[in-house]
């Protein structure tokens, strides 16, 4: 199978590449199954993933990261959610939605005591901006930051935050001035230890199931000054800016479970017998093969397109919300497209826990859906191409 002809890796690049297909292949493929039925977080491995360097792959070393570039993420995550998509989603979650915001709107102070720890691996980070009844729309948020002298205090209930059961930090999005809606939005790291931060139900989940998503509940949390990220009124634009680096991530997780689901079906279609023929000798399963391989090269190339773009904004600051937008819409639902038809083309066996295209199948699902839906991603390129924005 060709890995992107158009671009020339670096060596460091190939190197981060078979670091992580070496790690995902022995540590992760074996027990994905096991994870994956029972839901335990699989605190094991994302410990040795940090260890690695997985967890803060952009992130410079002097803040506890790799110190490589978007491409080197890419890699390294497509190869983890290959193995596994739920140990795809807590390493996307980390490196993209936790540590890039703290990176690009951090302190110094912060980046120190909450990015060192997290890019590490020594901690878990998460995000919270979904509420019960703001989604989509996330400018409608409820959650209020009322300031108290050198405190905030922070109330509301924030849903379906991954890694929410177990993270150290979370970046959370509370309103600090009502009346001024998304623009009266404000961004507050806080440490779970906080009395008054409180884990909510943990939800039971179609796929990626080793993975905890929760709600999050605040009663009277008080956090430091120290604690904002940004400036009051600027959290609106920071959970955009990072959600655009999380959806590189999105797509990445579903390129990996699309190449993944394509490889089985393909050495299926090679050794399976029926009348008389290897059933990729007939044209209704050669001809799926031949869409699915690409639609995956054409998501490849967003997604490698989407990469650089981000990589050049660490430069310009420009925004990369069209390309990630793009890249998560087409990988997301070839994923949808390669995993249905990976199990069609193995017919019953597919359908079985005998074999891990059903959780391919299951577990594709929530890359149409979280970090921004295949809608939202069409209305923020159609914004973009009609100069909406
Ligand atoms: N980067 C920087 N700023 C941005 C931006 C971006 N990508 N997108 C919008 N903005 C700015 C705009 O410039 C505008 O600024 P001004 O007020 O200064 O003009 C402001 O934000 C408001 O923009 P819009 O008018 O476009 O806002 P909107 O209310 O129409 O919403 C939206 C835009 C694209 C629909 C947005 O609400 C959105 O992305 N919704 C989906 C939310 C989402 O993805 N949620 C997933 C949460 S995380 C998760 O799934 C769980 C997990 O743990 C993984």
Partial sequence: MSEGGLFALTEEHE???QAARDFAQKEIAPIAAEYDE???FPSKTIRKMGEMGFMGIEV?????GAGMDTLSYVLALEEICKADAAHGTIMSVNNSLFCYGILRFGTEDQKHTYLK????????GAYSLTEPMSGSDAGTMRSRAVRDGDFYVLNGRKSWVTSGPVADYVVVFMLTDPEKKHKGVTAFIVDAKTPGFIRGKKEPKLGIRASATSELVFEDCRVPVSCRLGEEGEGFKIAMTVLDAGRIGIATQAL???EAAYEA???YAREREAFGHKIGEFQGISFKLADMKTRIEASRLLIYNAAMAKQRAKQTGER???EAAMAKLFASETAMFVTHAALQIHGGIGYSKELPIERYFRDAKITEIYEGTSEIQRLVIARSE???H
């Fill in 386 to 388: 009609l100069g909406l």
């Fill in 256 to 258: 990996g479970l699309s």
């Fill in 117 to 124: 720890a997290v890019a590490s691996g020594q901690a878990i």
């Fill in 15 to 17: 190197m981060i590449r």
């Fill in 320 to 322: 990369f919300n069209t």
């Fill in 38 to 40: 029972s839901g335990e």
């Fill in 265 to 267: 079906a393909l050495a």
């Fill in 60 to 64: 410079p070393e002097e803040y506890g």
